[in-house]
């Protein structure tokens, strides 16, 4: 299947005028007694989870929202000029020399930079940039919500997740055309099946399939506009395992379900597990921002327990916290500890290096669960909770704080420890952590 390509920019507002709604998000930029375009974002199939009719009115930016039909959004678009509520905003003109337009396809939980959608959706782009930032500075105070800075006003108002800091000053205007022929509504994962469920205006004659690195079950679909479709799973999750929603060699909808496809889950993937699968749970996601695999439990004095403890650092000073297995290698190949491992003595070993390196000391613990393929493997889990009085670091004498990336542990800069000493305030105002306040100076 073809998942971007180009067009031109008359076809493109074609599609726009076809529709008979549309929901229109907009923002613009005073330039003297102009307003231009700053943001616009077009989408049809079905109302954005977060759309709301409204309008923000500051002194240098307007926000806009409405339900409309295409016919007017595509006159808007071939005029440069949109008119909404009496307010007059200039918008991007294709100039004739450019010939072409991008689109691209992406499942209803694909990360796009917008607002995630309820179906999969073709992304169109009606004009290359827009005509004018936002303002980069300065609060926005006005009728309307109080932000800030624009950037979090814009995000607000198109439902988009803004980074700490993070910028969101313009956007292309962009059409968003969702597809409801089908979409892969959840992914249920227990221990000895998998459960689909499906929904459509078109159906019948479709394919769903669980992929993964080596062929798996599929099912054709019939006309019905709700399905569930049930598949086996004798051997446990396949490694590589996805689900893909397919007619002919076009895809539909697809959700990502472990290593090397994603980090973790899609939206909509749900385990449902024991003791024993969650193990194969916890493995099958592959290493990523809350998730670490060890092979073995460190020795005293070696560079991979201060990793581990920087790791825990890391953890900590996260939204979400976070686990280090103990026993999996880096390709999430379950090895378990050696077979003579005295499992009380190596549990106490890593809760007493833990206490020992890492200030001040999170909330955390250490299990065990045995893997049960009559190997006897047991593989050791350090379980971090996202601490309350950041930064944490490692070594009491001369903290070095660290934070996670991905999969990966990095120092943090000074930056970034004040940061994370301002964001989680503790619950007693009157106590503060002596740790790394000397760099919030």
């Not at 709301?52 to 016919?71: E, I, M, P, V």
């Not at 990360?111 to 827009?130: D, H, K, M, N």
């Not at 006003?153 to 055309?177: C, E, I, K, Y």
Request: hydrophobic share 40%; with cysteine.
């Amino acid at each position: 299947m073809i998942e971007q390509d180009q067009l031109n920019p008359e076809d493109v507002f074609k599609l726009v005028e076809a529709e008979a709604t549309v929901w229109v998000r907009l923002a613009a930029t005073r330039m003297g007694d102009e307003w231009h375009e700053t943001l616009m974002e077009v989408t049809s199939g079905a109302e954005p989870p977060l759309w709301t009719g409204q309008r923000w009115s500051y002194d240098d930016a307007t926000f806009l929202s409405l339900k409309t039909n295409g016919t007017v959004v595509a006159e808007w678009l071939r005029g440069g000029t949109a008119t909404v509520d009496g307010v007059v905003i200039k918008l991007p003109v294709i100039p004739e020399a450019q010939r072409l337009q991008w689109w691209t396809y992406s499942s209803g939980s694909g990360q796009t930079g917008f607002e995630p959608l309820a179906w999969p959706s073709r992304t169109y782009q009606l004009a290359s940039q827009s005509l004018k930032n936002g303002p980069g500075s300065g609060s926005m105070i006005g009728n309307g919500p109080s932000f800030v800075r624009f950037a979090q006003a814009a995000a607000s108002f198109l439902g988009v997740t803004l980074a700490p800091n993070g910028s969101f000053d313009h956007m292309a205007p962009t059409f968003r055309r969702q597809d409801r022929s089908g979409r892969i509504v959840k992914v249920v994962i227990g221990a000895a099946s998998m459960f689909i469920v499906l929904e459509g205006n078109n159906l019948g004659g479709a394919t769903v399939e669980l992929a993964a690195d080596t062929p798996g079950p599929t099912a054709v679909l019939s006309d019905e506009e709700e399905q569930t479709v049930e598949f086996p799973l004798p051997g446990g999750l396949p490694a590589g395992a996805w689900v893909v929603l397919k007619r002919g060699s076009d895809w539909i909808d697809r959700k990502f379900i472990n290593y090397p496809h994603t980090l973790s889950p899609d939206p909509g993937v749900e385990m449902i597990v024991e003791p024993t699968t969650e193990l194969q749970a916890l493995v099958s996601a592959g290493e990523g921002a809350t998730i670490e695999f060890k092979s073995i439990v460190p020795e005293s004095g070696t560079p991979l327990r201060e990793r581990v403890c920087n790791t825990v650092a890391a953890f900590a000073n996260s939204e979400s916290g976070g686990q280090v297995l103990f026993g999996v290698q880096d390709n999430g190949t379950i090895v378990g500890l050696p077979p003579d491992t005295d499992v009380s003595k190596v549990l106490d070993t890593v809760t007493r290096f833990v206490a020992s390196k890492v200030t001040p000391l999170p909330s955390y613990s250490v299990g065990k669960i045995e893997f049960d393929d009559q190997t006897g493997k047991v593989v050791l889990v350090l379980t971090v909770d996202s601490g309350g009085e950041p930064p944490y670091g490692v070594n009491p004498a001369n903290p070095q704080y660290y934070i996670r990336r991905g999969a990966t542990t990095f120092p943090a800069s000074a930056d970034q420890v004040r940061a994370l000493a301002r964001s989680r305030p503790p619950a007693d105002q009157t106590y503060q952590s002596p740790y790394g306040l000397h760099m919030l100076k």
